[in-house]
């Protein structure tokens, strides 16, 4: 079982900032991609940033181009979302997640989910 320890939400005033990282407990196994998805209440669960083993391929949803970074440390097998310029609307459960076989997109495929990381932007 692939299980993804999250670390890193919080309590920010806009405008803040915060960094989130996932660590997959499968260590020794590489992975196609790695996605930071998110949810509120109501609503469903959207795609927030994604990135590929290499680092060379990532994906951003519009709603926080510019303002979040997504980025991978291989040798200490963690994915970070940095995430600057936080807004209320940016308030939600992030959930990280992966996948170890290819997929048509980066938004797509991804079979392991974590505990999710409640993130919350006051105004």
């Known amino acids: 079982q692939v299980q993804l320890v999250e670390s890193g939400g919080g309590l920010v005033q806009a405008g803040g900032s915060l960094r989130l990282s996932c660590v997959p407990s499968?260590?020794?196994?590489?992975?196609?991609?790695m996605g930071w998805f998110r949810q509120d209440p109501g609503k469903e669960r959207e795609f927030v940033a994604a990135?590929?083993?290499?680092?060379?391929?990532?994906s951003y949803a519009d709603s926080v181009k510019g303002r979040f970074t997504i980025s991978r440390d291989n040798a200490k097998n963690t994915v970070y979302l940095q995430m600057n310029s936080l807004k209320p609307e940016d308030t939600a459960v992030y959930y990280c997640?992966?996948?170890?076989?290819?997929?048509?997109?980066?938004?797509?495929?991804?079979?392991?989910w974590g505990q999710g990381t409640q993130v919350t932007v006051s105004s």
């Open positions: 499968r260590r020794a196994f590489r992975w196609y991609a």
């Open positions: 997640a992966t996948r170890y076989r290819v997929a048509p997109t980066m938004r797509v495929g991804y079979d392991y």
């Open positions: 990135i590929s083993w290499s680092g060379d391929n990532t």
